[in-house]
């Protein structure tokens, strides 16, 4: 049973395109991220919401809107995408009081 | 500005020996440190957490070490093995949001 699934794995696709990526996690965690993980292997966090609510926007372009309908789901929907988007996209989950993420296997998105 | 600096260098050891990663902060004061291992194409898998009034923490073959004095962490693998191939990468949290902050991760070759 996967913890953390992400889908879709590869998603390839034009500029200026729109385009979701969907997160859902069975480990009953209260707390859901967005990481990307440039070209350069770095992982920046992006959005962290507690129980449905936002907590941590890192200065994303407004582009990049998530969405969490409940608390085992996370999506990430961007606007009018761009070359600089390419990247590996985590979603992770962890208990609020702290202790080790759940990663999932990663979104490839790539723009052309 | 706040850093995290791992070697960026790869590491490379003889299978049986013991590898050392070093993590360096600055302009932190985290609450915990965790540290993560990231095989090529999938996400990163938590492997241990140490807290800031701990010094050290064991988990089977891999120990860390935490000195806030010195701001540096340091993971140890005894008796390394080829499949300890892998980038690890450290992160801290300051506790008081759900923000967890990757360095760039060091690269550890394994050879028999």
């Known amino acids: 049973d996967t913890a953390v699934s992400q889908t879709p794995k590869y998603l390839v696709t034009q500029m200026g395109n729109d385009k979701s990526i969907k997160c859902e996690q069975n480990?009953?965690?209260?707390?859901m991220y967005w990481y990307k993980q440039d070209s350069k292997k770095f992982l920046k966090i992006m959005f962290s919401?507690?129980?449905?609510?936002?907590?941590i926007n890192e200065t994303v372009p407004n582009r990049f809107s998530p969405k969490s309908p409940d608390k085992a789901h996370l999506n990430l929907h961007i606007n009018s995408l761009e070359l600089g988007d390419s990247a590996v996209y985590f979603c992770?989950?962890?208990?609020?009081?702290?202790?080790?993420?759940?990663f999932g296997s990663g979104t490839r998105l790539t723009v052309v | 500005s706040q850093k995290i600096e791992q070697n960026s260098e790869a590491l490379n050891i003889q299978e049986g020996k013991t590898a050392t990663l070093t993590c360096n902060y600055t302009?932190?004061?985290?609450?915990?440190l965790q540290w993560y291992r990231q095989d090529p194409g999938r996400g990163p898998v938590f492997l241990l957490l140490i807290r800031e009034n701990e010094k050290e923490k064991r988990k089977e073959r891999l120990k860390v070490t935490f000195d806030t004095t010195l701001k540096q962490s340091l993971f140890h693998i005894t008796a390394s093995q080829p499949a300890d191939s892998a980038t690890y990468l450290c992160?801290?949290?300051?506790?008081?949001?759900?923000?967890?902050?990757f360095g760039t991760g060091t690269r550890l070759q394994v050879t028999l």
């Open positions: 992770a989950s962890s208990q609020a009081d702290g202790g080790g993420y759940t």
């Open positions: 302009n932190y004061s985290p609450a915990y």
């Open positions: 992160a801290l949290d300051s506790g008081t949001a759900s923000k967890l902050t």
């Open positions: 919401y507690n129980n449905k609510e936002l907590i």
């Open positions: 480990l009953g965690h209260d707390t």
